[in-house]
């Protein structure tokens, strides 16, 4: 009996292990926090409305006209990116302007992560995308042409 408790522990860490290993930095960004902020936009669609985009999740952040959200977000995106697969990125006046990521997949599912701050090319837009399915990268970037 030892031995199967002993056993049962021993996967419930290891998994609870490769969980955590699987989330991201930028899921802090969709707690709540800007819920009641009228300078954001906040999206999440799963399910059969993707299936056609070969997605199955989506979720999405626009902040307009808040230039200082950046402070927080930026970190964020550029921990994520780090164990990124493959990346596209384009730095202005010292900082993130664009990236592109194909984060490593989790379990059979593909994730990418969208970020773009227009504030460093004279826009007022902060926007990051999240994507999870079955897509691949260039279809990913065709979508958010």
């Known amino acids: 009996m030892k031995g199967i408790i002993t056993l049962l522990m021993l996967w419930a860490i290891g998994t609870s292990a490769a969980l955590a290993q699987d989330r991201l930095n930028i ?5 709540g926090r800007y819920h009641d902020e009228p300078r954001a936009s906040e999206t999440q669609i799963s399910g059969d409305k993707l299936e056609r985009y070969a997605l199955s999740l989506y979720r999405s952040l626009t902040l307009t006209d808040y230039p200082e959200a950046a ?3 930026e ?8 164990k990124a697969v493959d990346r596209e990125v384009s730095y202005r006046d010292g900082g993130l302007y664009y990236g592109f990521y194909q984060l490593k997949p989790s379990g059979v599912k593909q994730r990418y992560l969208f970020y773009l701050n227009q504030n460093r090319n004279g826009g007022n837009k902060i926007i990051l995308i999240y994507l999870e399915g079955m897509a691949s990268r260039d279809k990913i970037k065709e979508m958010l042409k």
């Open 27 to 31: 899921g802090a960004l969709f707690d």
């Open 71 to 73: 402070a927080d977000i």
């Open 75 to 82: 970190p964020l995106v550029t921990r994520d990116a780090a």
